[in-house]
């Protein structure tokens, strides 16, 4: 079942299914590696849930909950 | 090799023909323009070109540290600018800005794009934004080392191919393939290389839009190198772009464009009206 990538766990992979983004944060989110298709891992988590750490592509990239929020995923069990 | 002694030397074992020039970068033959994303061998590879010293300051109004330096190679003079490490030249972030600016109004004779051999899914991306402006590249496929390490075998002949510019394997840490780059540099520069850059096709409508705008822009900008690019990005609805086109944040590159007017932008404006 697709949910957002703010909802996975730390440790937790899943493939990215679809950005609800537009224009130029839809861009940034992106050329950052979060294309559909792609396996996301979540690398670190704040204890507020705000930012969170991704691996993707290879490399460590953070962002804001808000924008895991509208990162619609499906999870890797 | 690190910390290699041969700033004055003809020749070196690990450098060839290079001889560093630092801070003396006045009159050169060539400019080099250092590109990639972050955390690839830039910086590394700009210290091995130049040296120790270089000219550090800011890009101007901005933030962010700018890297000179200058060196020869089989005669030829070249500087070289350390770009910040981006990993697109399209959205807005001061880095990409400046990166984005200096390849597109910079004229550089070479654009060299860093990349890491272990994360080439992810490098690829600035690599083919780079291609879509400019076909005087260069990849230096570096951390080959820690490919290898990894298990991992890169084919930089077909990756060449199918980019359709030279690809040149590297260490650059222990200075494995600078010779190599920089001869493939001066061939570019010299035009002894042509490369064929891949580009990605565009929807008919969106072509038709393109070719519209074409004849405004290079009317409006005679001396930009890449009109095309310029018309993709406008219709994109840029707001950077059509920021630098508007300040005078291009005057501060190497080659400054002919002054703008407000009113050359307003036709411009009509123009994207379609
Ligand atoms: N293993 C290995 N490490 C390298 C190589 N080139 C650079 N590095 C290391 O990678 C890190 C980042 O290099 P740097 O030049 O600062 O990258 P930049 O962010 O692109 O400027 C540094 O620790 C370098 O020593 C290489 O070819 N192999
Ligand atoms: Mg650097």
């Known amino acids: 079942m697709p949910i957002t990538l703010a909802e996975l766990d730390r440790g937790q992979r899943a493939h990215i ?43 460590q990239i953070a962002l804001r909950k808000q924008q895991a929020e509208n990162i619609i995923v499906e999870p890797i069990s | ?9 003809t020749t070196c074992s690990s450098h060839g023909n290079l001889i560093r020039l630092g801070v003396n970068i006045r009159d050169f033959d060539y400019l080099i323009a250092l590109a990639g994303n972050p955390n690839t061998g830039k910086t590394t590879l700009f210290n091995a070109l130049s040296g120790l010293r270089q000219h550090t300051g800011n890009w101007p109004g901005k933030t962010v540290v700018r890297s000179e330096g ?32 200096f390849i597109l109004f910079g004229n550089p004779d070479c654009v060299v794009v860093v990349v890491d051999a272990t994360a080439l899914e992810r490098n690829l991306n600035l690599v083919l934004q780079v291609l879509e402006i400019t076909d005087r590249v260069v990849v230096a496929l ?14 930089a002949r077909k990756l060449a191919k ?34 064929q850059p891949r580009r990605i096709e565009l929807d008919p409508h969106i072509e038709e839009a393109v070719q519209q705008l074409l004849p405004h822009l290079k009317n409006l900008y005679p001396n930009l190198s890449n009109h095309r690019w310029l018309a993709m990005r406008l219709l994109e609805g840029d707001p950077s772009i059509r920021r630098a086109i508007l300040t005078d944040s291009l005057a501060q590159t190497e080659s400054p464009l002919a002054p703008q007017k407000e009113e050359d932008m307003s036709e411009l404006e009509a123009a994207l009206e379609v």
């Open chain 1, 17 to 59: 299914v679809e950005l609800r983004l537009h224009g130029l944060e839809r861009r940034r989110l992106m050329d950052l590696g979060f294309t559909p298709g792609t396996e996301v891992e979540v690398a670190m988590k704040a204890a507020s849930g705000d930012p969170i750490a991704f691996v993707v592509r290879n490399t």
């Open chain 2, 142 to 155: 570096n951390l080959m080392d820690e490919a290898e390490r990894k298990g991992m075998f890169v084919d």
């Open chain 2, 70 to 101: 200058a060196f020869r190679h089989n005669g030829y003079k070249y500087k070289v600018v350390d770009l910040p490490g981006t990993y697109s030249l399209l959205s807005t972030s001061e880095d990409e800005e400046i990166a984005r600016d």
């Open chain 2, 162 to 195: 199918e980019l359709g510019v030279p690809v040149v394997p590297m260490v650059a840490r222990e200075g494995k393939g600078t010779d190599h780059l920089l001869q493939t540099v001066q061939d570019l520069v010299t035009g002894n290389l042509r490369t």
């Open chain 2, 1 to 9: 090799m690190a910390g290699c002694q041969c700033a004055q030397a």
